[in-house]
């Protein structure tokens, strides 16, 4: 089983920074990750797939890249409605799915 | 649009079974696989399985192979997913989700499953 670690589990950043968060593969899942948004108590958003890929209506301030077994989510301005949980998710070996852990972004 | 709207609210006995439904529509039904995913109390999200809504085959995750059975009915465009030797760590948040290119674009409302004696 493919894991994924998330690092760090909780981010402290003021509104208007940069927040950049990280997801690790225990072994390669290519271009086969996503990424999502979950505030409390909604379900989770996609906001990115196949590694970079924003889903519709997902704000330009959200990128991410990577390749292999490291991954990395920026959120470049952030803004208050970005405060939220936000998990990597690989599709390697589809169609089995694994979630990291989640990274809490929070205000600080 | 795109909507997928799951079975209310559980509360069951350890032992017991469930069956959480996930009704779909605004798009065709046999198109897309449904993935279903699970958030326990304050934790992250866990992979059920998956079942193919055209063929009706299914892969489950290894931790629950031989507690969960998933099915769809095309003819409502709804898929299912029951958990059997319900524990109280079952007790969790379930959604089912579309999948789409491998990852999950549109999810359902959520279904809380409450296993208590």
């Known amino acids: 089983e493919i894991v994924l670690t998330q690092s760090p589990a909780t981010l402290s950043v003021s509104p208007g920074e940069r927040a950049t968060l990280s997801c690790r593969a225990s072994?390669?899942?290519?271009?086969?990750l996503a990424w999502y948004q979950q505030k409390p108590g909604q379900t989770p958003r996609l906001l990115i797939y196949?590694?970079?890929t924003r889903a519709t209506g997902v704000p330009a301030r959200f990128s991410a890249s990577g390749s292999g077994t490291e991954f990395t989510l920026n959120i470049s301005g952030l803004q208050s409605e970005d405060f939220a949980v936000y998990y990597c998710?690989?599709?390697?070996?589809?169609?089995?799915?694994?979630f990291g852990q989640g990274t809490k972004v929070e205000i600080k | 649009q795109v909507q997928l709207v799951q079975s209310g609210a559980e509360m069951k006995k350890p032992g017991a079974s469930v069956k959480v439904s996930c009704k779909t529509s605004?798009?065709?039904?046999?198109?897309?696989?449904i993935h279903w995913v699970r958030q326990a109390p304050g934790q992250g999200l866990e992979w059920v399985g998956w079942?193919?809504?055209?063929?009706?085959?299914?892969t489950s995750a290894q931790k629950f192979q031989g507690r969960v059975t998933m099915t769809r009915d095309t003819s409502i465009s709804t898929a299912y997913m029951e958990l059997h030797s319900l524990k109280s760590d079952d007790t969790a948040v379930y959604y089912c989700?579309?999948?789409?290119?491998?990852?999950?674009?549109?999810w359902g409302q959520g279904t809380l499953l409450i296993v208590s004696s």
């Open positions: 196949g590694v970079s």
């Open positions: 989700a579309r999948d789409h290119l491998g990852s999950a674009e549109y």
């Open positions: 079942i193919n809504s055209n063929r009706g085959n299914t």
């Open positions: 605004g798009y065709t039904f046999t198109n897309y696989y």
């Open positions: 998710q690989q599709y390697n070996n589809w169609p089995t799915w694994t």
């Open positions: 072994q390669s899942v290519g271009r086969h």
